[in-house]
């Protein structure tokens, strides 16, 4: 304190300056302490896009050089080579050289020189390819962009096509779709034609349903004591309408053709054409196509399966007719069509056995319409 009383004014007036400039300096130097970090990101970003920027023009250049050049053509040169992309340029001379050796024209250990002559220049122009730095950069710029070079590719491009499946087996699922399919159609077929015979009028089919529901509650009743004057329960009467509709159904299926089976389908029919076709021939030569029962059901255009439904009583009555003979024909399908008001070309093979059987048992028919 002595000290700075002794100094005079000026000197004083001086040493108050002095400390605080340099506490303004301490100042300004922390408040400009974090400059260098965001002139770091600064000069970095511009770094960043100066790269950016000189990889496209090398891209580019790249790109001008590659042009035009054709390379391997049709072929890939590692490929050829026998080599991958990240073999060196060691590796690539000791492929060249194993296969030179082989395929050199003048050396052709196989002795096919024209064979020799063709492939060695394409595994000649491979290698210098490969081997040199800068057709190789670009050789592997045009693989790594395809659509950089449609000109190449559209005229270079080759097909390879997918291994080819067994043929066998394609056709073997075929049949068995088909097969399938055609068991699901027959059988959609015959289940309409149920559903019609149903809602025909004539056969009075919910009538009789209610009728033989009613019959077997009566027949529940009367049998046991303790459940007559009571209501039929509700699972208890489902199951009997079940149990009469099963035999409604099977009543009105013998009015149609046999149900479509497994067995009747084209697969089946296709394993047993060997068999199909010796007995075909036997039965030809045997005169079977000029039997009477053959005649009689090709003249009525009625199946196999059909024809084997009918009674032997009618095929008799059939066969006597001689319905092969058209003047017979032509009378029989008059007396059939009498008996019923459709017109016969409107009726079908089925229509007309339901008319024969009205016929030859017009009592059973009855019996059967009344109950």
């Known amino acids: 304190g002595d000290l700075i009383m002794a100094l005079p004014s000026r000197c004083f007036i001086a040493l108050l300056v002095l400390i605080g400039l340099q506490s303004q300096l301490i100042l300004c130097q922390e408040e400009t302490t974090p400059e ?54 060691p590796a690539i001379k000791r492929a060249y050289r194993k296969l030179a050796a082989e395929y050199h024209p003048d050396k052709c250990p196989s002795g096919d020189i024209g064979m020799c002559r063709e492939q060695f220049p394409k595994y000649a122009n491979a290698y210098e390819i490969l081997s040199n730095s800068e057709m190789r950069k670009n050789y592997e710029f045009v693989l790594d ?43 959609s077929q015959w289940e309409q034609q149920l559903t019609a015979i149903k809602k025909f009028s004539g056969t009075r089919y919910n009538e009789r349903l209610k009728e033989m529901v009613a019959k077997g509650a009566a027949k529940k009743s009367t049998g046991s ?13 489902e199951k009997r309408r079940k149990e009469a509709e099963a035999a409604l159904e ?11 089976r497994w067995t009747d389908t084209f697969i089946v029919d296709l394993f047993k054409l060997p068999l199909t076709c010796v007995k075909t ?31 032997e009583e009618e095929i008799a009555e059939l066969v006597e007719k001689e319905l092969w003979l058209s003047e017979n024909l ?24 339901a008319v024969r059987q009205r016929k030859h048992n017009p009592v059973n028919q009855a019996s059967v319409m009344q109950e």
């Open 36 to 89: 260098p970090a965001a002139n770091v990101e600064g000069e970095s970003s511009t770094t960043t896009e100066a790269e950016e920027a000189a990889n496209a023009e090398e891209r580019e250049a790249r790109k001008k050089k590659a042009e035009g050049l054709q390379f391997c053509g049709y072929d890939n040169c590692f490929e050829l080579l026998g080599v991958s992309r990240t073999s060196k340029a």
């Open 145 to 187: 962009n395809p659509y950089d070079f449609p000109g190449f590719y559209m005229k270079y491009h080759s097909y390879k096509y997918a291994p080819k499946s067994d043929l066998r087996t394609v056709v073997f699922l075929t049949i068995i779709f088909l097969s399938g399919m055609q068991f699901l159609f027959k059988k």
């Open 225 to 237: 004591a303790k459940v007559k004057g009571t209501a039929v329960k509700g699972e208890e009467l």
């Open 250 to 260: 099977a009543e009105l299926a013998a009015e149609l053709p046999p149900a479509p």
């Open 281 to 311: 021939a036997q039965w030809y030569l045997a005169g079977g196509a000029r039997e009477p029962e053959y005649l009689t059901r090709k003249a009525l255009g009625v199946s196999a399966d059909e024809w084997a439904t009918y009674a």
């Open 330 to 353: 032509t009378a029989y399908n008059d007396e059939m069509s009498a008996a019923n008001r459709t017109p016969l070309k409107n009726r079908s093979s089925k229509e007309k056995r």
